[in-house]
Structures are given as C-alpha cells and as structure tokens.
T-cell receptor
Framework: GAVVSQHPSWVICKSGTSVKIECRSL??????MFWYRQFPKQSLMLMAT?????????EQGVEKDKFLINHASLTLSTLTVTSAHPEDSSFYIC?????????????FGQGTRLTVV | AQRVTQPEKLLSVFKGAPVELKCNYS??????LFWYVQYSRQRLQLLLR??SRESIKGFTADLNKGETSFHLKKPFAQEEDSAMYYC????????????FGQGTELSVKP
C-alpha cells in the first residue's frame, strides 16, 4: 500500500513557540491531505482539509490562524501550530488521498505527539 | 448532522468467541462507510469498506440503511485481533474527508 510519513513523530516545545509538522506521501501524489487531532482515548477529530495549491478548508471551531496549513506540492503538507499552549498538546495525524489510482482510500501517517510545556 | 456512534468503548471476548462491534451513523444522503483498525503502536489502516463487500482477516460488515448501522463482525475472534477499531463515514461529495466514531477497543483473551 501507499505510505504516508509524518515528521517529527514526537516533539516537545515551550509555551509560546511555534511547531511545524510535516506530512509526506512517499510513493504517490496526493490531491488532498487531511489533518486530524486525537485526544487520549478519544476519536480522531478532523481539523482541516488541504488541497494542493489552494487554501485549506477548516472545520468549524478550528482556528485557522492558530493552525496554519500549507500544501505546497502534491507530496507535502505542513501543519504549523503557532504560539503553542499546553492545551494544544495532542496527537496530530495526517492522511492523504491519491491523485489517481489507489481508489478512494485515505492513507494515514503514523502521527505526531505534541507536548507543550 | 453527520455523526458516527460506536456505543462500546471496550469489548472483551475470549479467543474463538464471536465478535460484533457496533456502529451507527447519521447522514442525510448516501454515505460511504469504513472500518479502520489501529494495532498497538501502529498507524491507522483501512480494514474494509462497505462498497467492496469483502471479508478481510475474517471480518465482515454489512450496511443496513434501514437501521443506519454498519456493524463489524467476526465469527471466531483471534488474539491478534486485539486493537482499536474505528467506524468512519464519508459523504459522496465531500472530497474524501472522514468522520470517525469514538472507537472501540477490542481485547481478545486467550
């Protein structure tokens, strides 16, 4: 199957700083990438949908100025958590859908655990 | 409103016993339903989807539009089936975004 890689796998940052998380599709071109957030023992909550070359579409209640998403190429999307605070600590997961082929399946990254201290 | 409900947080069974993980959904239209599985320390991966009507690792799921359900079943559970299972829904014209249920942890005891 297709591979989606996130980097870093975990990160600890100080309150007030910004953190960038990368999501790459390694062996396919992704038309669309999705960013999710998962709290412990809870479900995945969709944050935003990112289409290559256009602005991300954010779900209701997600601050677009807080969670900056860039999808500059067909294989890379980034999520930047700006001015991070402890309440932003969470597990962030991306998924990607192929541009062509591979059906409609979304492939998931391994996730990034963010801890803000 | 779009919603996926998995009523059981934890389901514990013995090896060889039948398993049914419940999933109900709410969607105005014709959704596409999926089951995803997450084994310990691994990423989320697709288990099966309703349109393919296939059996993966002995699991099956039938979409019941009347009851708006998509329960996951396996006649004989194995220890290696222990994992988190997520039911998810995607609307036909929503570009593939998924709405997830809360997840059910399946624990299969020897």
């Amino acid at each position: 199957g297709a591979v989606v890689s996130q980097h870093p796998s975990w990160v600890i940052c100080k309150s007030g700083t910004s953190v960038k998380i990368e999501c790459r599709s390694l062996d396919f071109q992704a038309t669309t990438m999705f960013w999710y957030r998962q709290f412990p023992k809870q479900s995945l909550m969709l944050m935003a949908t990112s289409n290559e070359g256009s602005k991300a579409t954010y779900e209701q209640g997600v601050e677009k100025d807080k969670f900056l998403i860039n999808h500059a190429s067909l294989t890379l999307s980034t999520l930047t958590v700006t001015s991070a605070h402890p309440e932003d600590s969470s597990f962030y997961i991306c998924s990607a859908r192929a541009r062509q082929g591979l059906g409609t399946e979304a492939f998931f990254g391994q996730g990034t655990r963010l801890t803000v201290v | 409103a779009q919603r996926v409900t998995q009523p059981e947080k934890l389901l514990s069974v013995f090896k060889g016993a039948p398993v049914e993980l419940k999933c109900n959904y709410s969607y105005s239209g014709s959704p596409e339903l999926f089951w995803y599985v997450q084994y310990s320390r691994q990423r989320l991966q697709l288990l099966l989807r309703h349109i393919s009507r296939e059996s993966i690792k002995g699991f099956t799921a039938d979409l019941n539009k009347g009851e708006t359900s998509f329960h996951l079943k396996k006649p004989f559970a194995q220890e290696e089936d222990s994992a988190m299972y997520y039911c998810a829904l995607s609307g036909r014209n929503q570009g593939g975004k998924l709405i997830f249920g809360q997840g059910t942890e399946l624990s299969v005891k020897p």
